[in-house]
C-alpha cells in the first residue's frame, strides 16, 4: 500500500507536482538524515525523500546545488524533478530522477571517469573570484554558511571551522583541552594554509560514498552541499572515509594535479568533515579531531 510508504499528505503533494497519482511505493534506505522511496509515476520510477522536521529551505538548497552541478556538466547528477519546502506543516520532500545502482562492468574506468569528471568540476572557478557561494546551505542538517571570502584561510576560519566549533561547543563535545587545539589551528590558519594559491573551485562539498552511486561504469553523485571552495577539501574527503573506486584520486591527480604540500594540509582539510560528524554522530569523531588538533599543535 502506498500510504504505508509514502505519507498520504505527500502522496496528494506528489500527484499535483508531477501531474499524476503514484501507483506504487518503495522504501529506500542508507540515508542518514530524511526518509526516502522509489515512486512509480506513470511509466517511470522516481526518488522521492522527504523530511518532516526541515530546517528552512532545506530542499531547495540541495536542489539549487544539483543544478549547479548538472549546468557545468561535468559529473553526472540526478535530474530535479520538483521540491516543496514547507508543503504541510514541517513537510518537505525533493523529488528525482531515479538512479538506478549498477555495479560497474570495468572498475578501471569508471574511478577514470569519476576522477577526470571531479576534476572538471573543478576547472569551474567562481565568476566573482571568492570563496563561497550567493546562499547559504545545509551539510547534513547544520547550517552550511557561504559568506564570501578572497582568502581561504579566511573562508575556511569564518564559514568551516568556526561554526562547527561552536556547535560542538553547545553540544558538549568539547573539553578544554579540544577546545584549545581547535583555537590554536584557527589562529595558525593563514600559516598553514599560506602556500596555496587563491583558486575557488566549484565543488560538490560532501562527498563521502553514500553520495555516490555507480551506474555501469558511470559515477552518479548526489546529495551535494556544494560551494566554491579550496579543491583540497573535496580531495581529502574522499580519501577521509573511502569507499570509492580504487584509482578514483590517480585518475584526478593526472587530470588536475594538486598542489605541492597537500599530504601536509590533508589532516587540516578533513577537520571540517569530521567535526561535522562529531556534531551529527556524536563523541565517536573525537579521538580523530583530537588527532589533528595534536599534529598542527607546534
Ligand atoms: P540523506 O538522508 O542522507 O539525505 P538521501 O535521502 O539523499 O540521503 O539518500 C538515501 C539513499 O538513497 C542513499 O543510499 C542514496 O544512495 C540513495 N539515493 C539518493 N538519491 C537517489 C536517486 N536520485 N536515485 C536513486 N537512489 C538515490
Same mark, same amino acid.
Given at each position: 500500500?502506498?500510504?504505508? &510508504?509514502?505519507?498520504?499528505?505527500? &502522496? ?25 522511496? $522509489? ?54 520532500? @525533493? ?49 552550511? $554558511? ?10 575556511? $576560519? ?10 560542538? !561547543? ?11 587545539? @581547535? ?7 593563514? &600559516? ?56 578514483? &584520486? ?26 561535522? !560528524? ?21
Amino acid at each position: 500500500m502506498i500510504d504505508d &510508504v509514502l505519507p498520504p499528505p505527500l &502522496v496528494d503533494l506528489l500527484s499535483g507536482a508531477l501531474g499524476a497519482e503514484p501507483a506504487d511505493a518503495t522504501p529506500v534506505g542508507g540515508g542518514m538524515i530524511n526518509r526516502a522511496a $522509489r515512486v512509480r509515476v506513470r511509466d517511470s520510477d522516481v526518488f522521492v525523500k522527504w523530511n518532516e522536521r526541515a530546517p528552512p529551505h532545506f530542499f531547495a538548497v540541495e536542489a539549487d546545488g544539483l543544478n549547479r552541478l548538472r549546468d557545468v556538466g561535468a559529473l553526472r547528477v540526478p535530474d530535479v524533478l520538483t521540491f516543496e519546502d514547507n508543503a504541510e506543516e514541517g513537510l518537505a520532500f @525533493l523529488a528525482l530522477e531515479f538512479i538506478e545502482s549498477i555495479p560497474p562492468q570495468n572498475p578501471e574506468r569508471i574511478a577514470r571517469r569519476f576522477g577526470e569528471g571531479l576534476a572538471a568540476l573543478h576547472q569551474n572557478v567562481s565568476p566573482d573570484g571568492a570563496f563561497g557561494l550567493d546562499t547559504d546551505n545545509y551539510i547534513g542538517t547544520l547550517p552550511q $554558511r557561504n559568506s564570501a571570502r578572497t582568502d581561504w584561510a579566511e573562508f575556511y $576560519r569564518d564559514c568551516r571551522l568556526l561554526p562547527q566549533i561552536a556547535i560542538a !561547543h553547545g553540544r558538549g563535545f568539547l573539553d578544554e583541552e579540544r577546545e584549545r587545539g @581547535l583555537l590554536r589551528i584557527v589562529e595558525r590558519l593563514p &600559516v598553514l594554509l599560506a602556500d596555496l594559491p587563491p583558486r575557488p573551485a566549484l565543488l560538490h562539498g560532501d562527498l563521502w560514498n553514500g553520495n555516490f552511486v555507480p551506474s555501469g561504469d558511470e559515477p552518479v553523485v548526489m546529495d551535494p552541499a556544494a560551494y566554491y571552495g579550496e579543491r583540497e577539501m573535496e580531495i581529502a574527503f574522499i580519501e577521509l572515509f573511502g569507499g570509492f573506486p580504487p584509482g578514483l &584520486v590517480p585518475a584526478y591527480q593526472a587530470a588536475f594535479p594538486l598542489d605541492p604540500g597537500y599530504a601536509r594540509r590533508r589532516p587540516l582539510h578533513q577537520l571540517y568533515p569530521l567535526l561535522v !560528524h562529531l556534531n551529527h554522530f556524536g563523541e565517536g569523531y573525537g579521538p580523530d579531531v583530537d588527532a589533528i588538533c595534536r599534529r598542527y599543535s607546534a
